[in-house]
Structure formats: structure tokens, C-alpha cells
């Protein structure tokens, strides 16, 4: 049984490893890779773990890879199988960006290298752009939400007041918000 | 101590992050400029880098500023990696065991409906910043100048006209879902091709 566990868990250890080192773009790029290997090769969880599984990575903090790998780690094989999977996801990026970085800097002063930024700057700045769209489509439209939107971009690019107060000051704005709201809508 | 800063940074920017990729933003743009670790023109190239790489940005971006301000230190990429890994792992423990409760929990779901449009309202003051980096990029070296006179500054300059035209083309590939590695690579080729023209030709 033990033995069964632990070969369960390297297994995990090895598809993050898989998962993390293949996939560009991060997150949301990451889950039809995960519901692959984990829902249909293995049958560890079922499908419906999986959008569960999405959910609750999205209502909770961190990116969303680390989140989604812990979940079916632990759901998969306890402690030591989070532990394993979130390794896994982490693993790759971690020795990719660790080489680049040494690389990197000695390329930052060449010419050429400074030309090719200054047009992807404008690039990046278009997928920005782009993040921020699909963000805007995703968010469910009320007024509330009009409102925080606008505040929040306003605290945000025009004073120097921390981005951690403006989302815990927002976060209790919505919280208070719907109970109130459900609270008047039991008294009717 | 740099490595205490570096795994408390990010594992601030860890927790506070909901909605995962470019949410993380304008925390990092927040934390890792004032901490002086990178300028905000370093961040909008890194985007570049973690695109064009596997995993997700904000392991990418931990690490790499791990590395960089420790001079190489593989440890000072693993206190940020770390940091920035430790608040998700700990929370989806506490979730995991709760999850039924946590699915149905009003109290989840209120903060949900705050959390989601601050997000928006946060990235787009992120894309602000970038863009004033992108199209004023006088406004590092003289900060002084009246947001008017940068503009107008600007506009003389062949280089904003290449990054206007950069832009332009790059946001209808994007929405036309080109591949993000595509756009960067087209971008640099343009950046480059621009980057001569200007030095030869004009």
C-alpha cells in the first residue's frame, strides 16, 4: 500500500514535470493538459473535479498552475502528492529562467538586442491588452462592479496608496455588498 | 537581509494575487520597482521572456528576480520561487480538505464579486504605465516634464511612430489570436529593422 502511494506520488512528480515544462503561457494554458493526463490517461479525478478544481483556483489566491497542481496533488495522494505535483509545476520554469537569467545580462547592452526590445516593449504591451480584455469579459457586470472597476484603476494609476489595500478595501466592499443584498432579499 | 525581502515580497504578492497570469502585475510593478530590483521597462521586457518560455509568469518573474538581485544566488531564486509558491499551496490545503463548504461559502462567493472587477480596474492602470513607458520613454530621464511636453516631445521622434505602428499591427494579430511567441518574434524583428532604419536612413 505504502509502495502503491509512492509510486503514485513519483508519477505526479513526473507529469507537472511534463505539464510545467511544455506549456507556454502559464495557467489557463495548463488545465486541458492536466484534464489529459490526470482525468483520462490516469482516472485519478474525475471531470468534475476538474471544473471544480478550476473554480477554486480562481477563488483563491496565486497563480493559477500552482493552485490547480496542489489541488489534484492532494486529491490524488494526500500531502506528499501536493507537495510533489507543485514541485513538478514549479521545477522547470525554475531551471529555464535560471540559466536565462544568467545569459541575459550580457546580452542587455548590445545593440541589436536593444533595438529588438524596443519593438517587443510594443508588443507586450498589445498581449497586455489582450489579458486585460478577456479579464474584462470574464468579470460579471453590475453596477457594483462598474464602480470597483473604476475605482480601483483610478486609486491604482493616480495615487500612491498600496494595490494590497485597494483589493482587501474591494474584497470587503463585495462581501458586504451581497450579504446585505441576500440578507434583504430573505426579509421580502 | 536580501533573501528574507525577496521570499516576503512575493509571498505578499503570492497571496494577494486572485485570478492568477497578469493579476500578479501590478503587485510586482508595485514591490519589485520600489524595492529597486528592476525598472518597470525591465518588467515589461521579462513579460517578453516568460512568454516566449514555458511555466507560469509569476514562477518565471520570482526567479528571475530572485537571481538578479543576489547577483546569480541560486538561493535567493528559491526564497522568491518559494515565496511566491507558499501562499497557494498552503491555502488549497486548507481549501482542499473544506472544499464543499468552500464552494457554498457566501462569504467566498461576496469577496468574489470585489475581487473580480479590482482585478480588471488594477491591470488596466498596469497597461497605463506601460504604455506611457512604451510611447514616452523621456519621462524616466526627465521626470520633471509636464505630461503635456512629453507628448509633445514625443510626437517629433521617429521611434514613437515605429512603436505607434509596432502596436497597431500587434494588437489586431493578437485579437485575431496569433500565438503570443509570434507576436513577440514579429515584434522584434520590426524593433530591429525599425531600430537601423533610424540610425541609417532618418
Not at chain 2, 496569433?178 to 532604419?197: D, E, F, K, Q, T
Request: proline share 4%.
Amino acid at each position: 500500500m505504502k509502495q502503491h502511494r509512492l509510486r503514485r506520488a513519483l508519477t505526479l512528480l513526473g507529469v507537472f514535470l511534463k505539464i510545467g515544462a511544455f506549456t507556454f503561457g502559464g495557467g489557463y494554458a495548463m488545465i486541458p493538459l492536466i484534464e489529459r493526463e490526470v482525468v483520462e490517461k490516469k482516472g485519478w479525478i474525475t471531470s468534475d473535479d476538474m471544473l471544480d478544481i478550476i473554480a477554486i483556483a480562481e477563488s483563491t489566491p496565486g497563480p493559477i498552475a500552482v493552485n490547480s497542481a496542489t489541488f489534484v496533488g492532494y486529491k490524488t495522494c494526500g500531502v506528499f502528492g501536493a507537495v510533489c505535483a507543485t514541485l513538478g509545476v514549479v521545477l522547470p520554469s525554475f531551471v529555464i529562467i535560471s540559466l536565462i537569467a544568467l545569459i541575459l545580462n550580457q546580452f542587455q547592452n548590445n545593440e541589436i538586442v536593444q533595438f529588438a526590445f524596443n519593438g517587443i516593449r510594443a508588443g507586450v504591451l498589445a498581449l497586455i491588452i489582450k489579458a486585460l480584455w478577456t479579464m474584462y469579459k470574464k468579470c460579471p457586470k453590475s453596477a457594483l462592479s462598474y464602480i470597483l472597476m473604476a475605482g480601483s484603476f483610478l486609486v491604482a494609476a493616480f495615487t500612491d496608496i498600496n494595490v494590497i489595500y485597494i483589493i482587501v478595501a474591494c474584497a470587503l466592499v463585495g462581501l458586504v455588498t451581497s450579504l446585505v443584498m441576500a440578507r434583504k432579499e430573505k426579509t421580502l | 537581509m536580501i533573501f528574507w525581502e525577496l521570499f516576503y515580497t512575493f509571498f505578499l504578492i503570492g497571496l494577494f494575487t486572485f485570478g492568477g497570469g497578469y493579476a500578479m502585475l501590478p503587485l510586482i510593478q508595485e514591490r519589485v520597482v520600489a524595492n529597486g530590483w528592476m525598472s518597470s521597462q525591465q518588467i515589461t521586457d521579462f513579460i517578453a521572456v516568460s512568454e516566449s518560455t514555458p511555466g507560469p509568469f509569476a514562477i518565471n518573474i520570482a526567479t528571475y528576480v530572485g537571481t538578479e538581485t543576489t547577483g546569480g544566488n541560486v538561493f535567493g531564486a528559491v526564497c522568491a520561487t518559494l515565496g511566491v509558491v507558499l501562499p497557494s499551496f498552503l491555502v488549497i490545503l486548507l481549501v482542499a480538505r473544506i472544499y464543499e463548504k468552500f464552494k457554498r461559502s457566501r462569504i467566498v462567493a461576496g469577496c468574489m464579486t470585489g475581487l473580480r472587477p479590482v482585478v480588471v480596474g488594477l491591470i488596466a492602470s498596469a497597461v497605463l504605465g506601460m504604455a506611457a513607458d512604451v510611447f514616452l520613454p523621456m519621462m524616466a530621464e526627465m521626470p520633471t516634464l509636464s505630461l503635456w511636453d512629453q507628448i509633445a516631445a514625443a510626437v517629433t521622434t521617429v521611434p514613437f511612430y515605429m512603436s505607434l505602428f509596432i502596436f497597431a499591427w500587434m494588437l489586431v494579430l493578437v485579437f485575431k489570436k496569433v500565438h503570443p511567441v509570434v507576436v513577440i518574434l514579429l515584434s522584434a524583428a520590426l524593433g530591429i529593422a525599425g531600430g537601423y532604419i533610424d540610425k541609417f536612413w532618418i
